[in-house]
């Protein structure tokens, strides 16, 4: 079993839809991260969380510590958010603490 | 500013080559990693240097690979004897310190092709 697993693997929607992408952990953490990868590769940082929420423009993160659990929202969704969303943790231990530990991704498409 | 930079972007070798992988960091970051990513998988880590020191490097699958960061700024990955299973994309990040709350800035990575 992966330390983070991602639900959905793919997810499918139309624009305007609210979209939730699951991110749960078996681990200690020091921190979670949510990243973007867009076709080619480029990865981009979108949140830092070590508790409660944050929002930025249509996208809000949120985690759970005590369930493990996080997700990633996005509201009114758009074309151009097509992307892979990577949930990735970080340890809380000497090893674990100094590096990334990422889920496979979940692969949004959004059509018009 | 510049980002984090990659090069080469693609690179195809043949089975049993010498590759070299370069990475250049944000200017003033001390932390740099190194992640290897195959198609349709999450990243996975190889090493992370804090400063000139390989901090950890519990990632590196075997000893054909190897990677070095000699003035604290650009890190070279090297893989010996290239095998078919090492086709990925590695990507490299560096950070301003390493602390567990900084942002990891991503460079575009290099594709790697063992034939």
């Known amino acids: 079993k992966n330390e983070v697993e991602q639900s959905p693997q793919n997810l499918t929607a139309q624009e305007g839809e609210f979209i939730t992408i699951n991110c749960s952990y078996s681990v200690g953490i020091s921190a979670l991260h949510w990243l973007q990868q867009h076709p080619g590769g480029g990865i981009v940082s979108l949140f830092m969380l070590s508790s409660g929420k944050k929002k930025h423009g249509r996208l809000i993160a949120t985690i759970n510590i005590q369930e493990k659990h996080s997700s990633l929202h996005i509201t009114a969704s758009h074309p151009r958010d097509s992307a892979v969303y990577i949930c990735?943790?970080?340890?809380?231990?000497?090893?674990?603490?100094?590096?990334?530990?990422f889920g496979t991704g979940t692969r949004l498409q959004v059509t018009l | 500013g510049a980002g984090v930079s990659q090069t080469p972007s693609n690179k195809v070798t043949e089975k049993g080559k010498y590759v070299e992988l370069r990475c250049d960091p944000i200017?003033?970051?001390?932390?740099l990693y190194w992640y290897r990513q195959s198609l349709g998988q999450g990243p996975e880590f190889l090493i992370y240097?804090?400063?000139?020191?390989?901090?950890?490097d519990s990632g590196l699958p075997n000893d054909r690979f190897f990677a070095v960061r000699p003035e604290g700024s650009v890190s070279t990955l090297k893989i010996q004897r290239t095998e078919r299973g090492d086709s990925a994309v590695y990507l490299c990040?560096?950070?301003?310190?390493?602390?567990?709350?900084?942002?990891?800035?991503f460079g575009p990575g290099t594709r790697l092709t063992v034939l």
């Open positions: 990735a943790v970080r340890g809380t231990y000497t090893g674990t603490a100094s590096k990334l530990t």
């Open positions: 990040a560096s950070s301003l310190r390493g602390r567990s709350t900084d942002t990891q800035y």
């Open positions: 200017s003033g970051h001390t932390a």
């Open positions: 240097f804090q400063g000139t020191g390989a901090a950890d």
